[in-house]
T-cell receptor, first 110, second 115 residues
Framework: GNSVTQMEGPVTLSEEAFLTINCTYTATGYPSLFWYVQYPGEGLQLLLKATKADDKGSNKGFEATYRKETTSFHLEKGSVQVSDSAVYFCALVTGNQFYFGTGTSLTVIP | NAGVTQTPKFRILKIGQSMTLQCTQDMNHNYMYWYRQDPGMGLKLIYYSVGAGITDKGEVPNGYNVSRSTTEDFPLRLELAAPSQTSVYFC??????????????FGSGTQLSVL
């Protein structure tokens, strides 16, 4: 079946630290991959996406590369800020349905 | 620009009570969805709609009902609330579905507790 597995949280980092949130997937067909972010008190919003193997999605300093050989889509940022504190969801869409990971809570401390 | 609006934000129900979670979008999207998120779990699809008058079950539809009388509104009904329905509920909408879908637009969620 289709599923997304992402690293357990919560994650706490100091400002300007390097961030990696791991995400792996199982899917039939050729999925598109996404990272969504949920800031406190808000709904999920799209952070970045990649639609085919080796594509790199990027936005707001975050990056993720679609790795078909390792079925992964890890989220990275070189220098996190306090404003990046949020919950991050990895997701895929295949066929007619989205599949979401469990979410990883990130807290960045000054 | 409002986007997707959900009400209420929080609600406590007693077992057996009923309620309706409201969802409205102002983007003229055809597709609308209801998800629930339980602690430590990903979002699970409850129901979805591909347009006014058309709804279909998702992964976890039991205990819920929906209707789609207009493009804008997609209410979710709980008829006999049970503790297993304690969760955070998200409404979402999109232009299209599946691989052609650019992204989902989400509401801010409803935190429901059934005691």
């Amino acid at each position: 079946g289709n599923s997304v597995t992402q690293m357990e949280g919560p994650v706490t980092l100091s400002e300007e630290a390097f961030l990696t949130i791991n995400c792996t997937y199982t899917a039939t067909g050729y999925p598109s991959l996404f990272w969504y972010v949920q800031y406190p008190g808000e709904g999920l919003q799209l952070l970045l996406k990649a639609t085919k193997a080796d594509d790199k999605g990027s936005n707001k300093g975050f990056e993720a590369t679609y790795r078909k050989e390792t079925t992964s889509f890890h989220l990275e940022k070189g220098s996190v800020q306090v404003s990046d504190s949020a919950v991050y969801f990895c997701a895929l869409v295949t066929g007619n349905q989205f599949y979401f990971g469990t979410g990883t809570s990130l807290t960045v401390i000054p | 620009n409002a986007g997707v609006t959900q009400t209420p934000k929080f609600r406590i129900l007693k077992i057996g009570q009923s309620m309706t979670l409201q969802c409205t979008q102002d983007m003229n999207h055809n597709y609308m969805y209801w998800y629930r998120q339980d602690p430590g779990m990903g979002l699970k699809l409850i129901y979805y709609s591909v347009g006014a008058g058309i709804t279909d079950k998702g992964e976890v539809p039991n205990g819920y009902n929906v209707s789609r009388s207009t493009t804008e509104d997609f209410p979710l009904r709980l008829e006999l609330a049970a503790p297993s329905q304690t969760s955070v509920y998200f409404c979402a909408s999109s232009w299209d579905r599946g691989r052609a879908n650019e992204k989902l637009f989400f509401g801010s969620g409803t935190q429901l507790s059934v005691l």
